[in-house]
T-cell receptor
Framework: DGGITQSPKYLFRKEGQNVTLSCEQN?????MYWYRQDPGQGLRLIYY???????QKGDIAEGYSVSREKKESFPLTVTSAQKNPTAFYLC?????????????FGAGSRLTVL | GENVEQHPSTLSVQEGDSAVIKCTYS??????FPWYKQELGKRPQLIID?????GEKKDQRIAVTLNKTAKHFSLHITETQPEDSAVYFC????????????FGSGTRLQVQP
């Protein structure tokens, strides 16, 4: 699926539970990103990582956490501190130094809080 | 940080007509402006992009124009077809710092057959 695999595709969570969304890429891209998509609000940046073992907060990081232990993997944890977690989550990657910041997206994970 | 505004939020055109979507950005250091198309239930995919050293770029029925002075850029789709129906996102980024794309809020384009 385009080199970036997100799982699960659909996820249901009870309030108070943490959940982890998986993102794996085989494109050998250095940088990886997590975006949240809500209707009418476009894509908002949650966290990003430009290199292994380093990551930075994006615009809406509160209630989320990430890790980047391997170049291929960038999992996102939605914690119970996230007040409105129901959304569509998109993982993306980008090759560094290409001269154009072209993002390749995964197919997304839809999280619903029951 | 960067802020990208996109208009209109919805656009309905007749098949064969042209469609124009407009975006403005706030950070004068931004130098890369892509457009993504997202069909229902699918991932966003890059359809065209432009860098700040170019004023216009064309690829078959789609074109993008950039006005650096006014900090706005536009997507033009000519001879629209039903398969052009989708949500379109503009974005902006720069080569320094986080390099992440900042997206507009999206335009839902409906092409009526």
């Amino acid at each position: 699926d385009g080199g970036i695999t997100q799982s699960p595709k659909y996820l249901f969570r009870k309030e108070g539970q943490n959940v982890t969304l998986s993102c794996e890429q085989n494109l050998n891209h250095d940088a990886m990103y997590w975006y949240r998509q809500d209707p009418g609000q476009g894509l908002r940046l949650i966290y990003y990582s430009q290199i292994v073992n380093d990551f930075q907060k994006g615009d809406i990081a509160e209630g989320y956490s990430v890790s980047r232990e391997k170049k291929e993997s960038f999992p996102l944890t939605v914690t119970s501190a996230q007040k409105n977690p129901t959304a569509f989550y998109l993982c993306a990657s980008m090759i560094s130094g290409s001269g154009a910041n072209v993002l390749t997206f995964g197919a997304g994970s839809r999280l619903t809080v029951l | 940080g960067e802020n990208v505004e996109q208009h209109p939020s919805t656009l309905s055109v007749q098949e064969g007509d042209s469609a124009v979507i407009k975006c403005t950005y706030s950070d004068s250091a931004s130098n890369y402006f892509p457009w993504y198309k997202q069909e229902l239930g699918k991932r966003p995919q890059l359809i065209i992009d432009i860098r700040s050293n170019v004023g216009e770029k064309k690829d078959q029925r789609i074109a993008v124009t950039l006005n650096k002075t006014a900090k706005h850029f536009s997507l033009h789709i000519t001879e629209t077809q039903p398969e052009d129906s989708a949500v379109y996102f503009c974005a902006a980024s720069k080569d320094t710092g986080r390099r992440a794309l900042t997206f507009g809020s999206g335009t839902r384009l409906q092409v009526q057959p």
